[in-house]
């Protein structure tokens, strides 16, 4: 009954192992997955205008960080 237990544990322990590793893994061979996910969320408003919590300016200084995703708002 103990080996079961212990034998329960360790898969319990690799399936955790295993799915840090996959996040791990896509995060390093996508970085810009978590830009493209939150733009699909937003996709029916408009990405130039202030997110909530920013002003004018502070927004576009966070959008001169990322050129790459707000090219069109910098132009």
């Known amino acids: 009954m103990d ?29 810009g997955i978590i830009y493209a996910v939150k733009d699909s969320e937003s996709s029916g408003t408009d990405k130039c205008k202030p ?14 960080h990322h050129p790459d995703i707000y090219k069109e708002c910098l132009t």
């Open 3 to 31: 080996n079961l237990k212990v034998t329960s544990k360790k898969i319990i322990i690799y399936i955790i192992l295993w799915i840090l590793i996959v996040g791990l893994l896509v995060l390093t061979f996508f970085p």
């Open 51 to 64: 997110e909530p919590g920013y002003t004018e300016e502070s927004w576009r200084e966070h959008m001169s």
